[in-house]
């Protein structure tokens, strides 16, 4: 272990490892990034994630908006293949007052530049032949949204941070960070301890623990979230834009090699750590594909995947700088979406400790606007 360094980043996920990139890049010294286990072991690991600027409120439009740009140029910075595929996102909406809803949305996404539309329930099906056009009155569309693959980009940002000459440690767990004055001073971790005046965390669904070792309450719980691989189908399935029912949280899309990813944020599943596939989540899954999309609803799961969600009460990320210890810096609770705001949290956390503007303010995330403040962003509780 190195015994000092001028950033240590805690979490070796899409976020910690999009920060180490960008702050290397800028020509900081000595960045540390320190995984308890092996870079994207957490829910950056998922086979596939969604990317998209599709969201209600400025601040997350513009995030993903960003975070778009750099997946489209990843290939040449900071150099890696990502698999990223513009299939569109496509939501379903089942009544009146979901339509009203996303048209709103949509509004001002269109006025940001995102070329979303409402479009008619045959117009879904087109893109869709699972959709059942008679089971929903309109779908919202945006044609530049897709996925990629997370493992991938980590590991991406990784080896191009390295080479700028930032150290990724594994196996190597925080136990401790050391405060005195009012400021950041040390790292204890189960390899050493490292002297630092900045530590940011990108825990994930452990920086709740991590914030308190520093007197900082970052309110983040974990969640269990579940997705199966239907393996290769036959016939093959055509490809199909990243679709989800918002009423339910049923959403499916191509896996790459053949297949559907199937997925479903299921309303029974209780806050915790386990990580523990089990097929019981389907059921719901199954009664709302017979829904939007009964092809599917038969579809047995060859494998699958849980991973931990980082969930804050307003379903909206923690990103800033605490008031109450100098030189902590926090970019967490993403509620599902840290992989598609990956690329342009990077860029911000980097400004933030560079005392630059960012692109974007994002002082309506801070981590004290539960203190008594209302959340100054809409809440994207049923959108994955």
């Known amino acids: 272990m190195v015994h000092s360094a001028e950033v240590v ?28 286990d092996e870079p994207a072991s957490g829910s950056s690991g998922k086979p596939i994630g969604g990317i998209r600027a599709q969201f209600s409120d400025p601040l997350n439009i513009r995030l993903g908006q960003r975070s778009l740009e750099a997946w489209r140029a990843f290939n040449a910075r900071p150099g890696a293949d990502i698999g990223m595929e513009s299939v569109g996102y496509l939501f379903l909406l089942g009544s ?10 949509v509004d001002v996404q269109n006025e940001l530049g995102v070329r979303s539309r409402i479009i008619t329930p045959r117009e879904a099906h087109e893109l869709c032949p699972y959709v059942d056009p008679h089971s929903v009155v309109a779908a919202a569309y945006s044609p ?22 930032a150290t990724l440690r594994t196996h190597c767990t925080v136990t401790g960070i050391d ?4 400021r950041v001073r040390a790292v204890r971790t189960t390899s050493g301890t490292v002297r630092t005046s900045t ?49 339910s949280t049923l959403y499916f899309h191509n896996d790459g090699a053949g297949g559907l990813v199937l997925g ?59 008031g109450e210890v100098n ?27 560079l005392d630059r503007t960012p692109f974007i303010d994002v002082g309506p995330l801070a981590a004290t606007r539960f203190e008594g403040h209302a959340a100054a962003v809409r809440p994207e509780a049923h959108i994955i």
């Not at 405060?179 to 009012?182: A, D, H, L, Q, S």
């Not at 030189?327 to 400790?353: I, K, M």
């Open 9 to 36: 980043i805690i979490g070796g996920g899409v976020v910690g490892a999009s920060i180490a990139f960008h702050l290397a890049e800028a020509g900081v010294r000595d960045v540390l990034v320190l995984e308890r």
């Open 96 to 105: 009146k007052a979901e339509e009203a809803t996303f048209q709103q949305a």
């Open 144 to 165: 530049d949204d897709g996925y990629a693959l997370p493992k991938a980009a980590v590991h991406g940002y990784l080896r191009a941070a390295r080479r700028l000459g």
């Open 179 to 182: 405060v005195g004055g009012g």
């Open 199 to 247: 530590v940011v965390c990108a825990a994930g669904p452990w920086s709740a623990a991590v914030g308190a070792m520093a007197g900082v309450e970052l309110p983040v719980t974990p969640l269990r979230r579940q997705i199966a691989l239907t393996g290769p189908l036959s016939p093959a399935p055509p490809r199909v834009p990243f679709t989800l029912d918002f009423d």
């Open 264 to 322: 479903l944020s299921d309303p029974r599943q209780e806050p915790g750590f386990g990580r523990e596939f089990s097929q019981e989540w389907l059921e719901p899954f199954r009664e709302a594909a017979a829904r939007r999309a009964p092809a599917l609803a038969g579809l047995q799961a060859r494998s699958g995947w849980a991973g931990l969600y980082e969930m804050t009460p307003d379903r909206n990320a923690l990103i800033g700088r605490a």
């Open 327 to 353: 030189g902590f810096l926090y970019a967490t609770g993403f509620s599902g979406h840290g992989f598609l705001q990956a690329p342009a949290v990077g860029e911000t956390v980097r400004d933030l400790y």
